[in-house]
Every structure is written in structure tokens, then in C-alpha cells.
């Protein structure tokens, strides 16, 4: 009847113990999120899978051994800040890896041979990693989640080039220099620019063998639905296709929703149902499995809905789409100045690819 593709979750039970208070990046988003899931029709359609614990090994392809360490003591010793945006408590290094090893569960799944393997993954999980650089904790990020998963697939599943698409409206720093010298993973990342944490310019693109594949879409803000979408079609999409890689890994943070406290950019929930769709289209069309990454997004009325537009449009099958009056705030008709900044990416884009 349906050919609608096979989607899922991986969960992190006892998330919470990352206890960061009243923080915008709370043990609140993920039980929030699990509760509008359960309570929808499609719930029973999902594919569920438990993280488990990454082990020293896995987070140091990555990170160094003292990034490793000062995380295990900063961790032990008891609550404090690493920096003025990212607190840690006494169970903060425990469900860091945790939330690694759940992006670890998703990659087995995609990758592995059993005939019920589904085509993508959504591994909820936190707290986010885009911001962590293989040396520092940073952005409420601990473990970069999305850059140990690329890694593992290499090294663990014999994959050879790995996709990373960044949709979260902050630049993932900590993804651009894990692989910025490293040809064999491209990081495509979308997000406000300018906004913490003020890098991720149109000159970034790498350095030595990586040059190039490193891809930077700094979008203006009061960006929305017709300039995220048309940003992938014109770049993203191409670009990706044309480094055929054997996974795509999405970050998926939802900071960029029109009612998210942390941006002011304008996407709404059909917004993510479409980038996750086109992300889903993309990977079956070149034969991938897709994992995605929970990363930002801290409006708790609105970010259950939009993870479950996103699941939708990983699995192709059609889903209420909640909009909360709130979610309408900020749309406007005014011109961010995306067309002109379309050009600019494609100009910046030019010594590497050629793009319409
Ligand atoms: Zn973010």
C-alpha cells in the first residue's frame, strides 16, 4: 500500500541527570517532546531503540583525552559552569555519554543487515554537541554527538565519507573543527548569521586536504520556510549529492523556529516537516541511511511539535502540523536579504562547485 520509508527514535532514559536547573537546555525538552509523541496517532509506526554507553574509546576519535578527562572531574566534583553557557552536574558526564552512544545505537541500526533496518533515526538525546571542538566544552555542548557518530561509522562500519548537515541555527563550530582539514566529512551547516557563536562566515571552507568541504550558509535573519528550503535546493542538496557519501548525519536543532527564545530566524513546524523530508529524499536517493542528532531548540510549547514534523518527514507519511498561535509572532513579509546573500554563497562556493 504505502512504501512510506521506516523511521525511529533512540532514547535516553534517565536524561535528566544532566540536571541543568532552569537553563534553556533542560531535562524538560526531551520528556516534553516523548509525551506529544506518545499521545499521536503515529506513535505506534515508530521504530524505538535504547542509547547505551559510549565507551573512552569512541568519544577520543574525536576529542582529546584531557577534553575526556576534565569532563569525568569537572563532572565528579559536583554542579558548576565550564563556561558562562554550559553548566555540568554530578550526572552530566554519565548521560554525555550516553547521548553519544545513542547516535553510536543509531549508526549500528542504519548500517547493519538486518532486513527490518529502517532508512533513518532520530536519536533524541542530549545535552546537544555541535558546539564542542575536539578540545572544549562549549554552547550547553559536552561530547560532539554528530562528530563521534561520523567517526564511529568510519572506523567501526568501514564507511568512507561522511555527510553532516547542520540545520540548527547556531553555527556547529565544534563539527567545522573536528573535520576542517579532513576530506572524507563534509559539514554543510545552515544558521543565523550573525549569532552566537559568530563564526561560520562564507570564507570558512576548510583547510589543506579539507578544503572545500567544509560548507558554510551564514542566512540573515528573519529568515523562514522559503529561504531555508530554497537554500537547499540551490546548495545543499547539489553539494551533498555531488560528494556522494555513504550516511548523512543531521544535526537537528530547532533554534530556528519563529518562536524560539534564542534566534530570530522565522521557519515553522511545515518549515522542518520539508528540510527533513528533502534531507530523507536526498539519503534515499543516494542509497544512505540518515541519522539525526537532537541539537537546540528551547520553546518547550512549541518543540514537540516540531520534532514530530520532523519524524514525518523522515518517514513520508503526513502528520497534524502544530502551530501555536505563538508560533505566527514573528512571520513577516519584510525581505531578510536572502537573495542577495544566495548569491554571495554561491560566489563563495565557486572555486569548488558550480551551483545555479
Ligand atoms: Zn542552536
Redesign the pocket.
Known amino acids: 500500500m504505502s512504501d512510506s520509508r521506516k523511521t525511529g527514535l533512540v532514547l535516553l532514559p534517565e536524561q535528566a541527570e544532566h540536571d541543568t536547573g532552569d537553563h534553556p537546555e533542560n531535562g524538560r525538552r526531551i520528556p516534553a517532546v516523548l509525551e506529544h509523541l506518545r499521545q499521536a496517532p503515529e506513535w505506534s509506526r515508530l521504530a524505538l531503540l535504547e542509547s547505551r554507553r559510549a565507551r573512552p574509546e569512541d568519544i577520543i576519535r574525536v576529542h582529546t583525552p584531557e577534553h575526556f578527562e576534565l569532563i569525568e572531574s569537572r563532572s565528579a566534583a559536583g554542579p558548576s559552569w565550564i563556561d558562562g553557557d554550559t553548566p555540568v552536574s554530578t550526572g552530566s558526564f554519565e548521560v554525555a555519554l550516553r547521548a553519544a552512544g545513542g547516535a553510536l545505537v543509531g549508526i549500528d541500526s542504519l548500517l547493519g543487515d538486518s532486513a527490518s533496518r529502517p532508512d533513518s533515526l532520530f536519536a533524541l538525546i542530549r545535552p546537544p554537541g555541535h558546539h564542542a571542538t575536539p578540545g572544549r566544552a562549549m554552547g550547553f555542548c559536552l561530547f560532539n554527538n554528530a562528530a563521534i557518530a561520523a567517526r564511529y561509522a568510519q572506523e567501526c562500519h568501514g564507511v568512507e565519507r561522511v555527510a553532516i548537515l547542520d540545520w540548527?541555527?547556531?553555527h556547529g563550530n565544534g563539527t567545522q573543527d573536528a573535520f576542517w582539514d579532513d576530506p572524507s566529512v563534509m559539514v554543510v551547516s545552515l544558521h543565523q548569521w550573525p549569532l552566537y557563536p559568530g563564526t561560520g562566515w562564507l570564507v570558512e571552507t576548510g583547510a589543506g586536504e579539507g578544503e572545500g568541504t567544509t560548507v558554510n550558509l551564514p542566512m540573515p535573519p528573519g529568515c523562514g520556510d522559503r529561504e531555508y528550503l530554497e537554500a537547499m535546493v540551490a546548495v545543499v542538496e547539489p553539494t551533498l549529492e555531488a560528494f556522494d557519501p555513504g550516511l548523512l548525519i543531521v544535526s537537528a536543532?530547532q533554534?530556528g523556529h519563529v518562536a524560539d527564545p534564542?534566534s530570530d530566524e522565522a521557519i515553522t513546524a511545515a518549515g522542518y516537516n520539508r528540510l527533513a523530508a528533502r534531507s530523507a529524499s536526498l539519503a534515499r536517493r543516494l542509497g544512505i541511511g540518515l541519522l539525526a542528532v537532537h541539537?537546540?531548540g528551547y520553546n518547550l510549547a512549541t518543540l514537540p511539535g516540531l520534532d514530530r514534523a520532523i519524524l514525518a518527514g523522515f518517514g513520508d507519511y503526513p502528520a497534524e502540523l502544530d502551530e501555536p498561535e505563538a508560533g505566527r509572532a514573528r512571520l513577516s513579509g519584510s525581505d531578510p536579504g536572502w537573495d542577495e546573500r544566495r548569491r554571495e554563497i554561491v560566489a563563495a562556493q565557486r572555486p569548488y562547485r558550480q551551483l545555479g
Open positions: 540548527d541555527v547556531h536543532g533554534d534564542l541539537e537546540g
